[in-house]
Protein backbone atom coordinates (compact mmCIF):
# COMPACT_ATOMS: atom_id res chain seq x y z
CA UNK A 1 0.00 0.00 0.00
CA UNK A 2 1.41 3.31 -0.88
CA UNK A 3 2.11 5.82 2.10
CA UNK A 4 0.24 8.93 1.77
CA UNK A 5 0.03 10.99 4.68
CA UNK A 6 2.52 11.05 7.48
CA UNK A 7 1.96 13.13 10.65
CA UNK A 8 3.82 16.15 11.00
CA UNK A 9 5.81 17.16 14.17
CA UNK A 10 3.87 18.82 17.19
CA UNK A 11 5.13 23.12 16.93
CA UNK A 12 7.32 24.00 20.10
CA UNK A 13 4.84 26.48 20.36
CA UNK A 14 2.29 24.39 22.14
CA UNK A 15 4.65 23.42 24.74
CA UNK A 16 4.59 25.16 28.08
CA UNK A 17 7.90 26.88 29.46
CA UNK A 18 9.97 25.96 26.23
CA UNK A 19 12.69 29.02 26.26
CA UNK A 20 12.89 29.15 23.07
CA UNK A 21 9.44 29.64 21.71
CA UNK A 22 6.66 32.41 22.63
CA UNK A 23 6.70 33.69 26.47
CA UNK A 24 4.20 31.26 28.59
CA UNK A 25 4.10 33.75 31.72
CA UNK A 26 1.30 35.97 31.49
CA UNK A 27 -0.59 34.53 28.42
CA UNK A 28 -4.46 35.35 28.65
CA UNK A 29 -5.07 34.16 24.84
CA UNK A 30 -3.65 33.01 21.72
CA UNK A 31 -5.51 32.79 18.48
CA UNK A 32 -3.86 31.04 15.44
CA UNK A 33 -5.97 30.41 12.32
CA UNK A 34 -3.52 27.81 10.84
CA UNK A 35 -4.18 25.52 13.95
CA UNK A 36 -8.09 25.76 13.20
CA UNK A 37 -8.08 25.19 9.75
CA UNK A 38 -4.71 23.55 7.95
CA UNK A 39 -5.49 20.34 7.49
CA UNK A 40 -8.71 20.86 7.29
CA UNK A 41 -11.24 18.27 4.77
CA UNK A 42 -12.99 21.01 3.15
CA UNK A 43 -15.28 18.40 1.33
CA UNK A 44 -18.90 18.90 1.68
CA UNK A 45 -20.31 16.97 4.38
CA UNK A 46 -21.37 13.29 2.99
CA UNK A 47 -19.04 13.46 -0.16
CA UNK A 48 -16.96 10.45 1.08
CA UNK A 49 -20.10 8.33 0.16
CA UNK A 50 -20.39 9.36 -4.06
CA UNK A 51 -23.46 10.39 -3.80
CA UNK A 52 -23.35 14.37 -3.59
CA UNK A 53 -21.21 15.41 -7.26
CA UNK A 54 -21.50 12.40 -8.97
CA UNK A 55 -22.48 12.73 -12.48
CA UNK A 56 -22.82 10.74 -15.50
CA UNK A 57 -21.20 12.32 -18.84
CA UNK A 58 -21.78 11.89 -22.26
CA UNK A 59 -24.87 10.05 -21.96
CA UNK A 60 -23.06 7.49 -19.63
CA UNK A 61 -25.24 5.84 -17.05
CA UNK A 62 -23.77 5.83 -13.27
CA UNK A 63 -24.29 2.66 -11.10
CA UNK A 64 -22.46 2.85 -6.88
CA UNK A 65 -22.04 0.31 -5.74
CA UNK A 66 -21.01 0.90 -1.89
CA UNK A 67 -19.68 -2.19 0.82
CA UNK A 68 -16.61 -3.08 -1.17
CA UNK A 69 -12.99 -3.90 0.61
CA UNK A 70 -11.09 -0.73 1.29
CA UNK A 71 -7.91 -0.30 2.20
CA UNK A 72 -7.94 0.00 6.22
CA UNK A 73 -9.73 -3.35 6.39
CA UNK A 74 -12.94 -2.53 6.23
CA UNK A 75 -15.92 -2.68 3.69
CA UNK A 76 -15.95 1.38 2.76
CA UNK A 77 -15.24 1.85 -0.70
CA UNK A 78 -17.27 2.62 -3.39
CA UNK A 79 -17.06 0.59 -7.12
CA UNK A 80 -18.53 3.15 -9.70
CA UNK A 81 -19.49 1.17 -12.76
CA UNK A 82 -21.01 2.94 -16.27
CA UNK A 83 -22.66 1.75 -19.08
CA UNK A 84 -22.87 3.70 -22.15
CA UNK A 85 -22.02 7.11 -23.29
CA UNK A 86 -19.94 9.01 -26.09
CA UNK A 87 -16.70 9.76 -24.52
CA UNK A 88 -13.87 8.69 -22.43
CA UNK A 89 -14.87 10.72 -19.92
CA UNK A 90 -17.93 8.96 -18.32
CA UNK A 91 -18.67 10.64 -15.09
CA UNK A 92 -17.47 13.41 -13.09
CA UNK A 93 -17.12 13.48 -9.33
CA UNK A 94 -17.29 17.12 -8.32
CA UNK A 95 -16.29 18.52 -4.93
CA UNK A 96 -18.50 21.53 -5.02
CA UNK A 97 -16.39 22.56 -2.15
CA UNK A 98 -15.87 26.33 -2.13
CA UNK A 99 -12.13 27.14 -1.90
CA UNK A 100 -10.65 31.06 -1.68
CA UNK A 101 -8.57 32.43 -4.94
CA UNK A 102 -4.90 31.52 -4.60
CA UNK A 103 -5.12 29.68 -1.51
CA UNK A 104 -3.09 26.41 -1.46
CA UNK A 105 -5.32 22.85 -1.71
CA UNK A 106 -4.34 18.90 -1.41
CA UNK A 107 -6.69 17.08 -3.13
CA UNK A 108 -6.21 13.15 -2.73
CA UNK A 109 -7.94 9.78 -2.73
CA UNK A 110 -7.51 6.64 -2.53
CA UNK A 111 -8.33 4.07 -5.55
CA UNK A 112 -7.65 1.17 -7.68
CA UNK A 113 -8.79 -0.82 -10.92
CA UNK A 114 -9.10 -3.92 -12.79
CA UNK A 115 -9.72 -3.58 -16.10
CA UNK A 116 -7.65 0.25 -16.90
CA UNK A 117 -10.15 2.81 -15.89
CA UNK A 118 -8.24 5.74 -14.61
CA UNK A 119 -9.50 9.51 -13.06
CA UNK A 120 -7.60 12.94 -13.74
CA UNK A 121 -8.13 15.34 -10.89
CA UNK A 122 -9.41 19.11 -12.33
CA UNK A 123 -8.68 21.09 -12.98
CA UNK A 124 -4.71 20.96 -14.54
CA UNK A 125 -4.04 17.38 -12.98
CA UNK A 126 -2.04 14.04 -14.78
CA UNK A 127 -3.81 11.12 -15.68
CA UNK A 128 -3.66 8.61 -12.94
CA UNK A 129 -3.38 4.72 -13.81
CA UNK A 130 -4.35 3.13 -11.00
CA UNK A 131 -3.91 -0.51 -10.82
CA UNK A 132 -5.35 -3.41 -9.12
CA UNK A 133 -4.11 -2.76 -6.05
CA UNK A 134 -4.97 -0.03 -3.34
CA UNK A 135 -2.62 2.92 -4.29
CA UNK A 136 -3.07 7.01 -2.83
CA UNK A 137 -3.20 9.68 -5.56
CA UNK A 138 -2.78 13.08 -4.76
CA UNK A 139 -2.63 17.00 -6.49
CA UNK A 140 -1.67 20.38 -5.02
CA UNK A 141 -4.05 22.58 -6.15
CA UNK A 142 -4.87 27.10 -5.98
CA UNK A 143 -7.92 27.76 -4.79
CA UNK A 144 -9.96 28.53 -7.63
CA UNK A 145 -13.66 27.06 -7.18
CA UNK A 146 -15.06 23.73 -6.84
CA UNK A 147 -12.48 21.01 -7.56
CA UNK A 148 -13.64 17.63 -9.53
CA UNK A 149 -12.73 14.02 -10.85
CA UNK A 150 -13.14 13.17 -14.21
CA UNK A 151 -13.54 9.27 -14.48
CA UNK A 152 -12.07 7.70 -17.84
CA UNK A 153 -12.43 4.36 -19.28
CA UNK A 154 -9.87 2.57 -21.71
CA UNK A 155 -11.59 3.89 -24.75
CA UNK A 156 -15.09 5.39 -25.83
CA UNK A 157 -16.63 1.67 -26.18
CA UNK A 158 -15.43 1.01 -22.97
CA UNK A 159 -17.36 1.01 -19.78
CA UNK A 160 -15.66 2.07 -16.28
CA UNK A 161 -14.88 0.22 -13.38
CA UNK A 162 -13.33 1.90 -10.78
CA UNK A 163 -13.17 1.31 -6.69
CA UNK A 164 -12.66 4.62 -4.57
CA UNK A 165 -12.11 5.50 -1.39
CA UNK A 166 -11.99 8.75 1.09
CA UNK A 167 -11.69 11.56 -1.49
CA UNK A 168 -10.53 14.49 0.69
CA UNK A 169 -9.82 18.19 -0.22
CA UNK A 170 -7.57 19.45 2.40
CA UNK A 171 -6.72 23.20 2.81
CA UNK A 172 -3.09 23.59 2.49
CA UNK A 173 0.10 21.89 0.85
CA UNK A 174 0.54 19.14 3.02
CA UNK A 175 -1.48 15.89 3.25
CA UNK A 176 -3.00 14.95 7.00
CA UNK A 177 -3.98 11.28 8.17
CA UNK A 178 -7.63 11.85 6.69
CA UNK A 179 -10.54 13.07 8.60
CA UNK A 180 -14.16 13.21 7.48
CA UNK A 181 -15.26 15.95 5.57
CA UNK A 182 -16.06 19.24 7.78
CA UNK A 183 -17.03 21.46 4.47
CA UNK A 184 -15.33 24.68 3.49
CA UNK A 185 -13.98 26.77 6.39
CA UNK A 186 -16.39 29.25 5.73
CA UNK A 187 -18.60 27.06 8.32
CA UNK A 188 -16.56 27.48 10.77
CA UNK A 189 -17.80 30.69 13.55
CA UNK A 190 -15.42 30.89 15.86
CA UNK A 191 -11.43 31.11 16.12
CA UNK A 192 -9.98 28.97 19.21
CA UNK A 193 -8.25 30.24 22.01
CA UNK A 194 -5.27 27.84 22.27
CA UNK A 195 -4.69 29.34 25.81
CA UNK A 196 -7.24 27.79 28.08
CA UNK A 197 -9.85 28.10 25.37
CA UNK A 198 -12.07 30.82 27.03
CA UNK A 199 -12.36 33.16 24.89
CA UNK A 200 -12.98 32.34 21.69
CA UNK A 201 -13.36 34.82 18.37
CA UNK A 202 -16.79 34.71 16.64
CA UNK A 203 -16.41 35.17 12.93
CA UNK A 204 -18.45 38.04 12.18
CA UNK A 205 -21.58 39.85 13.49
CA UNK A 206 -23.48 36.31 14.80
CA UNK A 207 -23.06 32.63 15.44
CA UNK A 208 -24.62 31.89 12.16
CA UNK A 209 -22.85 33.04 8.79
CA UNK A 210 -22.50 36.33 7.40
CA UNK A 211 -21.38 39.15 4.98
CA UNK A 212 -19.16 40.07 8.29
CA UNK A 213 -17.66 37.00 8.72
CA UNK A 214 -13.48 36.47 7.81
CA UNK A 215 -12.06 33.72 5.56
CA UNK A 216 -9.63 31.12 6.86
CA UNK A 217 -7.20 30.59 4.29
CA UNK A 218 -4.79 27.22 5.89
CA UNK A 219 -2.04 30.09 7.65
CA UNK A 220 -4.15 32.78 7.89
CA UNK A 221 -7.16 34.83 8.42
CA UNK A 222 -7.72 37.41 5.81
CA UNK A 223 -10.43 40.29 6.34
CA UNK A 224 -12.10 43.32 4.59
CA UNK A 225 -15.47 44.78 5.20
CA UNK A 226 -15.85 41.76 8.06
CA UNK A 227 -14.27 41.55 11.65
CA UNK A 228 -13.58 39.00 14.78
CA UNK A 229 -14.55 39.78 18.13
CA UNK A 230 -13.98 38.03 21.69
CA UNK A 231 -16.04 37.87 24.66
CA UNK A 232 -15.14 40.78 27.85
CA UNK A 233 -11.68 39.47 28.53
CA UNK A 234 -12.55 39.49 32.51
CA UNK A 235 -8.61 39.47 33.59
CA UNK A 236 -7.22 42.13 31.63
CA UNK A 237 -7.31 46.10 32.16
CA UNK A 238 -6.70 48.54 29.41
CA UNK A 239 -4.93 51.14 31.98
CA UNK A 240 -3.20 48.23 33.31
CA UNK A 241 -0.14 46.64 31.54
CA UNK A 242 -0.39 44.38 28.79
CA UNK A 243 1.07 42.93 25.59
CA UNK A 244 -1.14 42.27 21.75
CA UNK A 245 1.70 41.40 19.05
CA UNK A 246 -0.19 40.43 15.77
CA UNK A 247 1.64 38.86 12.69
CA UNK A 248 -0.15 40.47 10.26
CA UNK A 249 0.00 42.41 6.37
CA UNK A 250 -2.28 45.68 6.37
CA UNK A 251 -3.41 46.41 2.89
CA UNK A 252 -6.84 47.95 1.55
CA UNK A 253 -8.53 50.87 2.51
CA UNK A 254 -8.09 52.84 5.85
CA UNK A 255 -9.69 51.39 8.71
CA UNK A 256 -8.81 49.50 12.36
CA UNK A 257 -6.77 47.27 12.52
CA UNK A 258 -6.76 45.58 16.04
CA UNK A 259 -8.89 47.03 19.41
CA UNK A 260 -9.12 46.54 22.62
CA UNK A 261 -12.67 48.36 23.80
CA UNK A 262 -14.98 48.42 26.36
CA UNK A 263 -18.41 46.27 25.36
CA UNK A 264 -20.77 48.66 27.28
CA UNK A 265 -19.61 52.16 26.12
CA UNK A 266 -18.52 54.02 22.54
CA UNK A 267 -15.71 55.74 24.22
CA UNK A 268 -13.77 53.56 25.76
CA UNK A 269 -10.92 52.01 23.48
CA UNK A 270 -7.60 51.13 22.48
CA UNK A 271 -6.81 50.74 18.98
CA UNK A 272 -4.00 50.44 16.08
CA UNK A 273 -6.13 52.29 13.30
CA UNK A 274 -4.25 51.69 9.57
CA UNK A 275 -4.43 54.89 6.93
CA UNK A 276 -4.70 52.58 3.98
CA UNK A 277 -1.10 52.87 2.71
CA UNK A 278 1.90 52.34 4.89
CA UNK A 279 0.95 53.95 8.32
CA UNK A 280 -0.21 52.70 11.35
CA UNK A 281 -0.86 54.69 14.86
CA UNK A 282 -1.97 53.95 18.21
CA UNK A 283 -5.35 55.59 19.09
CA UNK A 284 -6.30 55.42 22.55
CA UNK A 285 -10.52 57.27 23.94
CA UNK A 286 -11.60 58.18 27.39
CA UNK A 287 -14.56 59.55 27.09
CA UNK A 288 -13.58 63.25 25.86
CA UNK A 289 -9.60 62.33 26.20
CA UNK A 290 -8.08 61.34 23.30
CA UNK A 291 -4.68 60.62 22.12
CA UNK A 292 -2.96 59.20 19.18
CA UNK A 293 0.80 58.26 18.05
CA UNK A 294 2.78 59.41 15.27
CA UNK A 295 3.05 57.48 12.69
CA UNK A 296 4.60 53.98 12.19
CA UNK A 297 5.16 53.07 8.66
CA UNK A 298 4.58 49.25 7.71
CA UNK A 299 4.51 47.29 4.93
CA UNK A 300 1.31 46.48 2.76
CA UNK A 301 3.77 43.20 0.85
CA UNK A 302 5.15 41.36 3.42
CA UNK A 303 4.27 40.22 6.30
CA UNK A 304 5.69 41.34 9.36
CA UNK A 305 5.03 41.57 13.36
CA UNK A 306 4.20 44.23 15.64
CA UNK A 307 3.97 44.50 19.03
CA UNK A 308 1.48 46.62 21.08
CA UNK A 309 2.53 47.14 24.47
CA UNK A 310 0.64 48.92 27.94
CA UNK A 311 3.49 49.56 30.17
CA UNK A 312 2.78 52.27 33.08
CA UNK A 313 1.21 55.19 31.40
CA UNK A 314 3.04 54.71 27.78
CA UNK A 315 1.43 52.70 24.94
CA UNK A 316 4.49 51.79 22.53
CA UNK A 317 3.66 49.81 18.94
CA UNK A 318 7.14 48.90 17.50
CA UNK A 319 7.62 46.95 14.17
CA UNK A 320 9.99 44.02 14.85
CA UNK A 321 12.09 43.59 11.49
CA UNK A 322 13.03 47.32 11.65
CA UNK A 323 12.98 48.33 15.91
CA UNK A 324 11.10 51.31 14.96
CA UNK A 325 8.44 52.48 17.23
CA UNK A 326 5.66 55.25 17.94
CA UNK A 327 4.18 56.02 21.40
CA UNK A 328 1.19 57.92 23.00
CA UNK A 329 0.20 58.43 26.57
CA UNK A 330 -2.06 55.93 28.12
CA UNK A 331 -5.86 57.88 28.08
CA UNK A 332 -6.79 55.16 30.47
CA UNK A 333 -9.69 53.90 29.20
CA UNK A 334 -12.07 52.33 31.38
CA UNK A 335 -14.22 49.16 31.64
CA UNK A 336 -13.24 45.54 31.04
CA UNK A 337 -12.30 45.24 27.25
CA UNK A 338 -13.14 42.45 24.45
CA UNK A 339 -10.78 42.09 21.46
CA UNK A 340 -11.65 43.29 18.19
CA UNK A 341 -9.76 42.47 14.77
CA UNK A 342 -10.27 43.96 11.89
CA UNK A 343 -12.44 46.78 13.17
CA UNK A 344 -13.04 49.19 16.54
CA UNK A 345 -15.44 46.62 19.02
CA UNK A 346 -17.11 49.34 20.87
CA UNK A 347 -20.33 48.91 22.07
CA UNK A 348 -21.83 49.52 17.95
CA UNK A 349 -18.77 47.53 16.27
CA UNK A 350 -17.91 49.98 13.47
CA UNK A 351 -18.41 49.19 9.94
CA UNK A 352 -14.64 47.79 9.31
CA UNK A 353 -13.36 49.08 6.08
CA UNK A 354 -9.18 47.94 5.96
CA UNK A 355 -8.25 44.40 4.32
CA UNK A 356 -6.23 42.13 7.02
CA UNK A 357 -4.01 39.61 6.48
CA UNK A 358 -3.10 37.88 10.10
CA UNK A 359 -1.40 34.80 11.22
CA UNK A 360 -0.72 34.89 15.15
CA UNK A 361 -1.80 36.53 17.78
CA UNK A 362 -1.16 35.95 21.54
CA UNK A 363 -2.41 37.99 24.47
CA UNK A 364 -0.65 38.53 26.99
CA UNK A 365 -1.66 40.63 30.61
CA UNK A 366 1.61 42.33 31.62
CA UNK A 367 4.39 44.43 29.70
CA UNK A 368 6.93 42.28 27.61
CA UNK A 369 10.47 43.14 28.86
CA UNK A 370 12.83 43.81 25.27
CA UNK A 371 14.18 40.41 25.23
CA UNK A 372 11.60 38.63 25.55
CA UNK A 373 10.02 40.30 22.33
CA UNK A 374 13.35 40.07 20.30
CA UNK A 375 13.28 36.52 21.63
CA UNK A 376 9.09 36.26 20.47
CA UNK A 377 10.65 37.90 17.31
CA UNK A 378 12.97 35.23 16.28
CA UNK A 379 11.06 32.14 17.06
CA UNK A 380 8.05 33.94 15.32
CA UNK A 381 10.25 33.76 11.81
CA UNK A 382 10.73 30.17 12.32
CA UNK A 383 7.66 29.40 13.16
CA UNK A 384 6.23 31.22 9.70
CA UNK A 385 9.05 29.66 7.74
CA UNK A 386 7.97 26.03 8.40
CA UNK A 387 4.20 27.06 7.76
CA UNK A 388 5.55 28.29 4.58
CA UNK A 389 5.42 32.33 5.51
CA UNK A 390 8.03 34.74 5.35
CA UNK A 391 8.10 37.24 8.26
CA UNK A 392 9.91 40.36 7.42
Known amino acids: ?27 IALWDPYRDTYGRNVLPVGAETFSVGLVGYSGAVVTVTPGQPDPDG ?9 TGGASTIKCIFGTFGNTVLGVAY ?39 GGLMIDMLAPAVGDNLDLVLYHPQLNLGSTLFPYSTPAGAPGALQAMGDYCGGLYPLQLGS ?22 LLSGNIANLTMAGDWTLPIICKPSGTAGTLVSLAASAAADQYQAVEYNGST ?39 KR ?14 AGTPRLCVGALGVSTVATPADALEWHLLPLYGRAWTAGEEMRAYVYAKSLMARRGVTLA
Not at 74 to 82: E, L, V, W
Not at 107 to 125: D, E, Y
Not at 206 to 226: C, I, K, N
Not at 299 to 315: E, H, I
Open 1 to 27: MTELWKPTRTSRLWKRGDPAGLPMNGL
Open 74 to 82: GNNAYRIQT
Open 106 to 144: KWAIWGKTGNGSKFKFQPGGDTQSPNADWGGYSIASRGI
Open 206 to 227: GATGDASDPAFTGVSMLHAGDY
Open 279 to 317: KVRIKTVNGATVTTSGDLTVSATTVQMLVLTSSGDTLTL
Open 320 to 333: MDTGTSVTATNADP
